[in-house]
C-alpha cells in the first residue's frame, strides 16, 4: 500500500533510519547513559529528558536559563493518541502531550521552535502550526515507550489523517523529527 506521506528524499533523512544504523544508535544510548543533564536522559540517566531553551518564561534551571520536563512529568500531562503511517512506519499509535501544552509549560513566547536530534538533524517550525493542528510530542508508539533505536526518546507527529493532501505535501515530512532530545524556542 503507498504511503501518504511524501517521498522526495531532499525532503528528509535517510528513509531507513534509525534501523540503518543501529549500532551507533546503541552505541549513543551507552554513551548518553553515562552523561549527566542534556542528550536526551535525566541527569541521573534513568530516563529520557528533554530540554527547552530559547525565548521561555519559565525555568526549570534559572541559571542556564533552561527548561528542563522529565518523561514521568511528561507523561502527567494530558495525552493525544494519533493513529497514522509515516514514510518510515507502518500505522500505528503515537501517544504524548500536545506541542501547545508543553511550550506553555515552558512560557514560549517565540513565534518558531528549532528541533534537535539525536542524530543531529534539525528542522525549525512555526509554532502557528501548534495552534493550528493538535501536534504531538509523541514518546510511546503501539503503547511501547519509543527509544533511542526505535525513533525515540521523543517523535514529533501531526495529526497526518486529519490533514488534506496540501497540507502533507512538499517537505511537510521534514517536520516530523525524530529522536527529539532539545527545543529551542525562537
Same mark, same amino acid.
Given at each position: 500500500?503507498p504511503?501518504?506521506?511524501?517521498?522526495?528524499?531532499?525532503?528528509?533523512?535517510?528513509r531507513?533510519?534509525?534501523s540503518?544504523?543501529?549500532?551507533?544508535?546503541?552505541?549513543?544510548?551507552?554513551?548518553?547513559?553515562?552523561?549527566?543533564?542534556?542528550?536526551?536522559?535525566a541527569?541521573d540517566?534513568?530516563?529520557?529528558?528533554?530540554t527547552i531553551s530559547g525565548?521561555?518564561?519559565h525555568f526549570?534551571d534559572?541559571?542556564?536559563?533552561?527548561y528542563?520536563?522529565?518523561?514521568?512529568?511528561?507523561?502527567?500531562?494530558?495525552?493525544?493518541? #494519533?493513529? /497514522?503511517?509515516?514514510?518510515?512506519?507502518?500505522? *500505528? +499509535? %503515537?501517544?504524548?502531550? @500536545?506541542l501547545?501544552?508543553?511550550?506553555?509549560k515552558?512560557?514560549?513566547?517565540?513565534t518558531?521552535?528549532?528541533?534537535?536530534?539525536?542524530?543531529?538533524?534539525?528542522i525549525?517550525?512555526?509554532i502557528?502550526?501548534f495552534?493550528?493542528?493538535?501536534?504531538?510530542l509523541a514518546?510511546?508508539?503501539n503503547g511501547?515507550?519509543?527509544?533511542l533505536?526505535?525513533?525515540?526518546?521523543f517523535?514529533v507527529?501531526?495529526? #497526518?489523517p /486529519?490533514?488534506s493532501?496540501?497540507e502533507?505535501? *512538499? +517537505? %511537510?515530512?521534514?517536520k @516530523?523529527i525524530w529522536q527529539?532530545?532539545?527545543?529551542?524556542v525562537r
Open positions: 500500500m504511503s501518504p506521506m511524501n517521498h522526495d528524499p531532499a525532503c528528509r533523512r535517510a531507513s533510519a534509525p540503518r544504523f543501529r549500532p551507533a544508535a546503541a552505541l549513543l544510548s551507552a554513551v548518553l547513559a553515562g552523561a549527566p543533564g542534556p542528550g536526551g536522559l541527569a540517566g534513568s530516563s529520557p529528558a528533554l525565548d521561555i518564561g526549570t534559572p541559571g542556564s536559563k533552561t528542563t520536563i522529565s518523561l514521568p512529568s511528561l507523561a502527567s500531562m494530558p495525552q493525544r493518541n #494519533i493513529t /497514522t503511517a509515516t514514510d518510515w512506519t507502518p500505522k *500505528g +499509535t %503515537f501517544s504524548g502531550p @500536545l501547545r501544552d508543553l511550550l506553555a515552558a512560557g514560549a513566547r517565540g518558531q521552535v528549532k528541533f534537535y536530534g539525536a542524530d543531529d538533524y534539525s525549525t517550525v512555526p502557528a502550526d495552534s493550528r493542528y493538535d501536534v504531538i514518546w510511546r508508539w511501547k515507550p519509543l527509544q533505536e526505535n525513533y525515540g526518546p517523535w507527529m501531526y495529526p #497526518i /486529519t490533514m493532501s496540501d502533507t505535501g *512538499g +517537505t %511537510f515530512t521534514s @516530523l527529539v532530545t532539545r527545543m529551542e
